[in-house]
């Protein structure tokens, strides 16, 4: 059964303590895979799309990788503002629907 | 701007009441989709339309319906059918190419409570 699980289900950080978040899946021939960040009360702001093992992804303190069997997202420096709920997503196989995570919760202290 | 617009943002509904959930957007995209999020639970597919006048069912379509008559519109009936309607329901479009692979880009949320 193709699936997606992310871990932890929560993250606190001090401001400055850089972390990864993780996106493990099991999905055959993956055609992409998604990370979103969702505010409370707010539809997915999307952040990246990766397509292949190796390929990384930069945006202001967030990178994000791709293995065979996984994604990181890795938060450098963060910063109370990058406090969110992170989502990752596949392609399902043929399809344009996509396979969600049940997402990895961050806060970060001042 | 270009974007997604979903309505009410909030929305309550009696036992026995259907009510439809406004989407509309103007990106010009070709897919739309339905979502429902739930606490501690990864967003669910309801219903998608890859183009007018079609649909298909998603994976939790049991009581709800939609429509799709516009490109730029995709309305979501939650019936007296679905029993346990409270949730946060997303809405989302995506352009559709050949060997092409588009993220989502999501509207802003309808929180529907059952009272």
């Known amino acids: 059964e193709d699936q997606v699980t992310q871990s932890p289900e929560a993250l606190r950080l001090q401001e400055g303590e850089s972390s990864s978040l993780n996106c493990s899946y099991t999905?055959?021939?993956?055609?992409?895979l998604f990370w979103y960040r969702q505010d409370p009360g707010k539809g997915p702001e999307f952040l990246f799309t990766l397509y292949s093992a190796g390929e990384e992804k930069e945006k202001e303190r967030l990178k994000a990788t791709l293995t065979k069997k996984e994604s990181f997202l890795h938060i450098t420096a963060p910063k109370p503002e990058d406090s969110a709920t992170y989502l990752c997503?596949?392609?399902?196989?043929?399809?344009?629907?996509?396979?969600f995570g049940t997402g990895t919760r961050l806060k970060v202290l001042a | 701007d270009g974007g997604i617009t979903q309505s009410p943002k909030y929305l309550f509904r009696k036992e026995g009441q259907n009510v439809t959930l406004s989407c509309e957007q103007n990106l010009n995209h070709d897919a739309m989709y339905w979502y429902r999020q739930d606490p501690g639970q990864g967003l669910r597919l309801i219903y998608y339309?890859?183009?007018?006048?079609?649909?298909q069912k998603g994976d939790i379509a049991e009581g709800y319906s939609v429509s799709r008559e516009k490109k730029e519109s995709f309305p979501l009936t939650v019936t007296s059918a679905q029993k346990n309607p409270t949730a946060f329901y997303l809405c989302a479009s995506s352009m559709m190419k050949i060997g092409g692979n588009y993220g989502y880009t999501f509207g802003s949320g309808t929180r529907l409570t059952v009272v």
């Open positions: 999905v055959s021939g993956l055609r992409g």
């Open positions: 339309s890859q183009i007018v006048n079609d649909f």
């Open positions: 997503a596949v392609q399902a196989p043929g399809t344009y629907k996509y396979i």
